[in-house]
């Protein structure tokens, strides 16, 4: 089993910043992508960011600029630091991995919530 925990949720208000963190343990072998989605209410989960092992990433288009998606690979874990945060961006975040390649099994977070308002 693999077990994914964030951290760093809260409440903002717009313009600021946050910064999640999520660590991966467990049957961890090797960790082809770790990443970050979020659901705001009544809407369906959406990428925010991803990475991959070799240090590629991939962004919403809406938060291209104001996101930043990194990794540390010897701790398996993922952080996203938020800037210039708009009260859209108010969902439950979550943390995701896949394991071995792109075609692995896939594993969540509990999520954090993220609120922006004013």
């Known amino acids: 089993q693999v077990q994914l925990v964030e951290s760093g949720g809260g409440l903002v208000q717009p313009g600021g910043s946050l910064r999640l963190s999520c660590t991966a343990s467990?049957?961890?072998?090797?960790?082809?992508?770790m990443g970050w989605y979020r659901q705001a209410p009544g809407k369906q989960r959406e990428l925010v960011a991803t990475?991959?092992?070799?240090?590629?990433?991939n962004y919403q288009d809406s938060v291209k600029g104001r996101f930043t998606i990194s990794r540390d690979n010897a701790k398996n874990t993922v952080s996203l630091q938020m800037n210039s945060l708009k009260p859209e961006d108010t969902a439950i975040y979550y943390c995701?991995?896949?394991?071995?390649?792109?075609?692995?099994?896939?594993?969540w977070g509990q999520g954090t919530q993220v609120t922006v308002s004013s």
């Open positions: 990475i991959i092992t070799d240090g590629s990433t």
């Open positions: 995701n991995t896949k394991l071995y390649n792109r075609y692995g099994p896939v594993y």
């Open positions: 467990g049957r961890i072998f090797s960790i082809y992508d």
